[in-house]
């Protein structure tokens, strides 16, 4: 299965289209469509401009109105561009619609999507889980794929499974589906005896929204390398690493990001991945304190956590990226930063941020910003569940300490 980049070419070009409901602010709109232009850029895509407009429903055949789509269309033939991009999932009908009004390319925010996971992922099984996640997109798109596939221009979002227009008929990609779920069922079968296997050791699941730093904060836990990029969804595939804290082990994996309006097929498809989440006994929810929207992705992150089972486990709050902290934060909570190794962390302590207290720690993974009270929390939730299948164990604090107090007594 080809990718969906065409390689060797000039960047494609897009134009960023986002809609105003009555349920938002204008402010939250430009905030959603800086994260779809960063989901452009992480494609290959440079962006030319941006549209909004406010509407109390999508229009069901363009979905903008028709004078906000003549001012596209203009912005379109000036700078010839490539595609346009909907922040939103568009019908097959809106899709056909806009191509024939536009005349470039089509994608919505769910393409853009499967398109940067089809580009990530690695192994065999992340890569049959998008392009299943592929065919389900396509499925009901057939109609639209045979009368305007040959007149695209090719490029992001354009090729994937199927690159021939004769297997776009129905029948062959439901056969496709058929058999793409028959091989993850088999991956499947041997991933939950592989996660059987690990059952006498702790096991521990980095969880977030995308672009938080929790591959970054694998690499420094597990001393191991792990790809850790700045773009969304640098992971793809789950990774996991042994890693021992005071001769204390335990199982780490780095999880795919959440983000946003993610695509149910997607979220369907990864069940493996999600998983490794379920079935952990202690998630490290690591949240970009210094982003401005950290709140929403954390609201973002447990709505997912709950909506696959997960959202009652054992969860320390990682607030990483403390040191891209600028005063404005600490002036609205009216805190003085006091520095810590170049990093406010007891004055983050004194935000409300630290309501939970005993389930929050304060992290700078990249600059190693109190990483040691992270090591100590985490060994503290992982100590407690270790002990209750090994109750004899002793961690090397514990043999220090007592033969410290040993050779004390045989001093005296």
Request: some cysteine.
């Amino acid at each position: 299965m080809g990718t969906f980049i065409e390689t060797g070419k000039a960047a494609e070009t897009a134009i960023l289209v986002g809609l105003i409901l009555p349920n938002q602010k204008p402010a939250q709109v430009e905030e959603y469509l800086e994260e779809l232009e960063f989901l452009a850029k992480t494609s290959g895509l440079k962006t030319l401009g941006r549209f909004t407009q406010r509407l109390d429903y999508p229009d069901t055949r363009t979905f903008v109105g028709k004078g906000k789509l003549e001012e596209i269309k203009a912005m379109v033939d000036v700078e010839d561009a490539d595609t346009v991009i909907f922040d939103d999932d568009l019908s097959p009908s809106q899709v056909r619609n806009l191509e024939q009004t536009l005349q470039c390319k089509i994608l919505d925010r769910s393409l853009l999507i499967l398109n940067i996971f089809s580009l990530r992922a690695k192994t065999a099984q992340a890569k049959a889980q998008v392009e299943l996640a592929q065919y389900q997109y396509i499925l009901p798109r057939l109609t639209r794929m045979w009368t305007h596939l040959s007149k695209q221009r090719g490029g992001v979002g354009m090729r994937g499974p199927g690159e021939k227009e004769l297997e776009t008929d129905r029948r062959i990609v439901r056969d496709k589906i058929s058999l793409l779920t028959q091989r993850l069922n088999k991956i499947e079968k041997q991933a939950v005896t592989q996660r059987k296997n690990r059952e006498k050791i702790v096991r521990v699941a980095l969880v977030g929204y995308t672009n938080v730093g929790k591959s970054t904060l694998m690499r420094k836990l597990a001393k191991a390398e792990v790809f850790a990029e700045n773009k969304l969804f640098a992971t793809v595939d789950s990774t996991v690493r042994k890693v021992v804290i005071e001769n204390v082990p335990f199982l780490l994996t780095d999880t795919v990001g959440f983000i946003r309006k993610l695509p149910t097929t997607l979220v369907e498809c990864f069940k493996s991945t999600l998983d490794e989440i379920r079935e952990a006994d202690l998630l490290l929810h690591v949240v970009d304190v210094a982003h401005p929207n950290y709140e929403e992705h954390i609201e973002t992150v447990n709505k997912t956590l709950a909506e696959i089972g997960a959202g009652d486990k054992p969860t320390l709050m990682v607030y990483n990226k403390i040191d891209k902290l600028n005063s404005d934060f600490f002036e609205e909570e009216e805190v003085t930063p006091e520095p810590l190794n170049g990093h406010a962390v007891s004055s983050l302590k004194a935000t409300y941020l630290n309501r939970a207290k005993e389930n929050v720690v304060f992290i700078s993974a990249l600059k190693k910003g109190n990483m040691d009270e992270f090591r100590k929390q985490v060994l503290d939730r992982v100590l407690e569940k270790h002990l209750k299948i090994y109750p004899n164990f002793l961690p090397s604090y514990q043999i220090q300490m007592g033969l410290h107090l040993q050779n004390e007594g045989e001093g005296s």
